[in-house]
């Protein structure tokens, strides 16, 4: 028989589990929202930053041994990289075609990482990535994870509130809201794209790196475009350019399917369930309420 201890135990750890799902995903919303929704750049490549994140700490600490510090930093350079790299592409495109230019992207990393073998394992995945250590200190608790968890979900909103409250904060949201007459004040728009695309690519991996350490092992079925559209719904559901929009949009979005657990359906047709509620609470908020739940400005204008 299972004991009230057990049960307790296990209710403590899953709880914890969501808490900690709930700052990933909040760190992913609210570096999204840096470019999604103070500059204007609807993006669906975010999933790719993430996937770079987790990936380069699951092949260099996981396979390789090397220390997570390593592991974090590589994978931060490597999504900054991979922003550059789409920024040049992609921001000489305009609105739908930029949405359609960073969904072409996501599509790549995927492929990437499903059938480079050698390297990502493909669907196989990558186990056995190990606790990360800080300072000597194995991380290998729940309570551990969270408080980490917390420390990067706060450093994030914290350089996105900085950056976002000054000067650089009001040339992205010039570039949002008329780019034409930012660059007729002589500011380089371009400049200031790439940067808060590459700025929101390093916090998205740094997340991905949390990822890949708390669970222990990646495949590409966490970094597809589906993926992608998560975090978008988060930004665009609890408000973009909102102080604690993208926090509540996680919230939310991390929360409903924990529910959906307690209805004892079957998992298969709760995953069906999932993708279709995420829909219709996207088309319900941009056609209902634009600027989300706690958001100061809306997508469609």
């Known amino acids: 028989m299972v004991s009230r201890c ?20 909040g760190t992913l919303a609210v570096s999204l929202d840096l470019a999604a929704g103070h500059t204007g750049l609807l993006s669906i490549a975010h999933a790719s930053f993430y996937a770079l994140g987790a990936y380069g700490s699951a092949i260099l600490c996981g396979r390789l041994g090397l220390p997570t510090a390593v592991g974090l930093l590589a994978g ?6 991979a922003a550059v790299f789409l920024s040049f592409f992609c921001l000489r495109l305009s609105e739908d075609y930029f949405v359609i230019g960073t969904f072409g992207f996501c599509l790549v990393i995927s492929n ?43 450093l994030t909103f914290f350089l996105v509130r900085r950056l976002t409250t000054n000067s650089f904060g009001r040339a992205l949201h010039g570039i949002r ?13 371009f400049q200031f794209k790439v940067a808060a695309l590459s700025i ?91 600027r989300g739940l706690a958001g100061s400005y809306a997508f469609h204008r």
């Not at 931060?76 to 990289?81: C, K």
């Not at 809201?177 to 728009?189: H, I, N, P, R, S």
Request: proline share 6%; with cysteine; charged share 10%.
């Open 76 to 81: 931060m350079m490597l999504a900054a990289f």
């Open 112 to 154: 990437v990482l499903n059938n480079w073998l050698a390297v990502t394992r493909g669907p196989f995945g990558i186990p056995g990535i190990p606790a990360p250590t800080i300072f000597g200190w194995v991380l290998r608790s729940q309570a551990g994870f969270l408080l980490l968890g917390l420390l990067l979900l706060g």
């Open 177 to 189: 809201e008329d780019e034409v007459l930012v660059q007729a004040f002589g500011k380089d728009t």
């Open 6 to 25: 057990d049960v307790r135990q296990f209710d403590m750890d899953y709880i914890l589990y969501i808490l900690v799902m709930i700052t990933i995903y």
């Open 200 to 290: 929101g690519a390093c916090l998205a991996a740094a997340a991905g790196s949390l990822y890949a350490h708390y669970i222990s092992f990646v495949d590409p079925t966490g970094f597809s475009v589906t993926e992608s559209i998560l975090i978008l719904s988060m930004v665009i559901v609890g408000g973009p350019a909102g102080k604690y929009g993208p926090l509540i949009g996680a919230v939310i979005l991390v929360a409903i399917p924990e529910a959906l657990r307690f209805v004892g359906m079957p998992a298969s047709s709760a995953a069906n369930l999932r993708q279709i509620l995420y829909g219709i609470l996207l088309v319900s908020f941009v056609l209902l309420r634009p």
